[in-house]
């Protein structure tokens, strides 16, 4: 099992930055990619970011590119996604999650948090 708390949501004026935190705890997660992702109202879950936690290999979806930038502390077994310039379109629901790789694939990830709402005002 792999337990993941996320932290860090709030209202943010467009322009502005965010950094979201996932606290990872549970038997070997060290072995998972770690994944972002976002849900909308409306809409369906979508891909935010990931890394591998071992090696630090990152992926991201187009829309967030050059904004965002996901990371994790080995210490601290902490993974962050530093949100800049944001948008009302990145207004959202965030959730960590914990899988196989770092694929923009949901099914993928085994292990979700509650998630914590990120609001963009304009």
């Known amino acids: 099992q792999v337990q993941l708390v996320e932290s860090g949501g709030g209202l943010v004026q467009a322009g502005g930055s965010l950094r979201l935190s996932c606290a990872v705890s549970?038997?070997?997660?060290?072995?998972?990619?770690m994944g972002w992702f976002r849900q909308a109202p409306g809409k369906e879950r979508e891909f935010v970011a990931a890394?591998?936690?071992?090696?630090?290999?990152?992926n991201y979806a187009d829309s967030v590119k050059g904004r965002f930038t996901i990371s994790r502390d080995n210490a601290k077994n902490m993974v962050y996604l530093q949100m800049n310039s944001l948008g009302p379109e990145d207004t959202a629901v965030y959730y960590c999650?914990?899988?196989?790789?770092?694929?923009?694939?949901?099914?993928?990830?085994?292990?979700w948090g509650q998630g914590t709402q990120v609001t963009v005002s304009s």
């Open positions: 999650a914990a899988g196989v790789g770092a694929g923009a694939y949901s099914g993928l990830y085994a292990y």
């Open positions: 549970g038997r070997t997660f060290t072995r998972y990619g």
């Open positions: 890394i591998i936690w071992s090696s630090g290999s990152t």
